[in-house]
């Protein structure tokens, strides 16, 4: 019996796992978790990570940070700079509204009634960034809000992989 106990217990850790997936990817729809980028004009992009309840805000950042690099790098730019920056807690309630309930129960030799009173209601708060970033020759090769994409994702790219949450 204990075994199989062990067994329903570790394949429902396994699904579990597989099911939340992995911390940085696409937003697979709007309102979804993960980062988007849109191009604004030839050189401006914005760039955004939205990270799941329990993400840490400084997670959220690195991981729009994180792709403002490899968008740099895709568009052939070794640095970028940051002309816009923005993070956001999005916050969700649920359960609302104050409860109440009344209950009875039996069982040999005890039985017995209670009452209850909730005020109900839970909040979430999960964070997103918002970059808008530069690219082009024009830029520096360094100063404030300019980075080098390939550092930048070589000094992040342990943490993305790890997929630190907390």
């Keep these: 019996m204990k075994s199989r106990i ?3 217990a570790l394949i429902c850790a396994v699904l579990t796992a ?5 911390a940085y990817r696409p937003a697979a729809e709007p309102g979804d978790f993960g980062y988007r980028d849109n191009a604004l004009t030839s050189d401006r992009y914005r760039v955004s990570f939205a990270g799941d309840y329990g993400m840490a805000r400084e997670t959220v950042e690195n991981y729009a940070l994180f792709r403002a690099a490899d968008v740099a790098l895709g568009h052939g730019a070794d640095r970028f700079r940051i002309t ?6 999005v916050t969700s309630y649920s359960g609302g509204g104050p409860s109440t309930s009344i209950g009875y129960g039996w069982g ?4 017995g009634t209670s ?8 909040s979430r708060t999960r964070y ?10 024009e830029l520096p090769d360094n100063g404030a809000d300019v980075y ?19």
């Design 84 to 89: 816009s920056r923005e993070t956001s807690p």
């Design 108 to 111: 040999y030799p005890f039985w």
């Design 6 to 8: 062990a067994i329903v």
């Design 148 to 166: 080098d994409a390939e550092e930048l994702k070589r000094n992040l790219a342990p943490s993305v992989a790890a997929g630190d949450e907390a």
């Design 128 to 137: 997103e960034t918002v970059l808008e970033i530069q690219l082009g020759d």
């Design 115 to 122: 009452i209850g009173y909730s005020t109900g209601g839970q």
């Design 18 to 22: 597989c099911a939340s997936g992995p």
